[in-house]
């Protein structure tokens, strides 16, 4: 599934253009991992004037299980009281931003074209890039109209972890992680209970596809990355995961953008999920104590 002719990408330049438009929505989704409190307070304190707020644990994920990564589905319903709580309609043009190079916002993206949500795009460069530009802040909640989105999930594909370790064993699957070099070395880890990787996995780190600025590299460069990075040997199934599946989500929108014609799948569990079974194989084999 490609989005051909879709725009997905927006200009701090374009959006400050099109503030107020009625069929615009703008939600901040920054989020501190280490402080989950923090990202409500910073929109609070100032945001992109009428940007909601959208938290990574409350809003964009369900409760963890025994069984699942640090950030499950949110269950469809939910997800749909959600964008009616905003306002959203199927004409909606909803643009997500953060502060770190969309590495958040890019989850919400991808959970909007998971229920069919057709107009989702990233601000690119986030909040930085608009306060380069010299644009406004407020510190106002913005007053939205109430309403029901009409959800259809599965609009995505997501594989799970049987099908990751069968797709890896049979060389079928290309299994992108955008977790930190050091992370998926497994010399540090910061938030999981073991380091290390997914055995077969490759690593390229969602930063590579920004420039030094934070803005997304241009889509020719992206394409010839990513060729680099897949190579040419008829693969045709992709999957991108992370931590928990929200970074991973920026791989997925990096390749559309680039004009990859595949939709990769997003493991949403990821390594979070993965290391709660420990009859999966993973790399360092060996956890010291």
């Not at 599934?1 to 438009?21: D, F, K, T, V, Y």
């Not at 055995?199 to 060729?227: E, T």
């Amino acid at each position: 599934m490609s989005l051909p002719g879709r725009q997905i990408l927006i200009s701090p330049q374009q959006l400050c253009a099109e503030i107020g438009a009625d069929d615009l929505l703008v939600v901040d989704c920054r989020f501190n991992l280490l402080k989950p409190e923090a990202g409500r307070k910073n929109w609070a304190a100032g945001h992109i004037p009428g940007a909601c707020y959208a938290d990574l644990d409350q809003d964009l994920a369900a409760m963890i299980s025994p069984q699942s990564g640090r950030h499950p589905l949110p269950e469809a319903e939910s997800f749909a009281s959600l964008l009616g709580s905003w306002g959203v309609t199927p004409a909606t043009r909803v643009v997500a931003y953060d502060d770190a190079g969309g590495a958040i916002a890019a989850r919400l993206w991808w959970l909007l074209g998971w229920v069919g949500h057709a107009q989702a795009l990233l601000l690119d460069g986030g909040l930085p890039a608009w306060l380069a530009c010299g644009y406004p802040l407020e510190e106002s909640a913005p007053t939205l109209q109430q309403g029901r989105y009409p959800v259809r999930p599965g609009n995505m594909p997501v594989i799970s972890a049987a099908e990751v370790q069968a797709g890896l064993a049979q060389a079928e699957l290309t299994l992108i992680d955008a977790r930190d070099a050091r992370r998926f070395a497994g010399l540090v880890e910061p938030i999981d209970s073991r380091a290390g990787h997914v055995p077969g996995a490759v690593n390229r780190p969602f930063q590579q596809n920004l420039d030094d600025s934070g803005r997304f590299h241009s889509p020719d460069k992206l394409q010839a990355d990513f060729a680099s990075l897949l190579g040419h040997d008829g693969q045709k199934n992709m999957a991108s995961m992370c931590g928990s599946g929200v970074t991973a989500c920026h791989h997925i929108f990096a390749m559309q953008l680039a004009g990859l014609e595949a939709m990769p799948s997003l493991y949403v569990g990821s390594w979070s999920e993965w290391i709660r079974d420990e009859h999966r194989p993973c790399e360092p084999a060996e956890q010291s104590e």
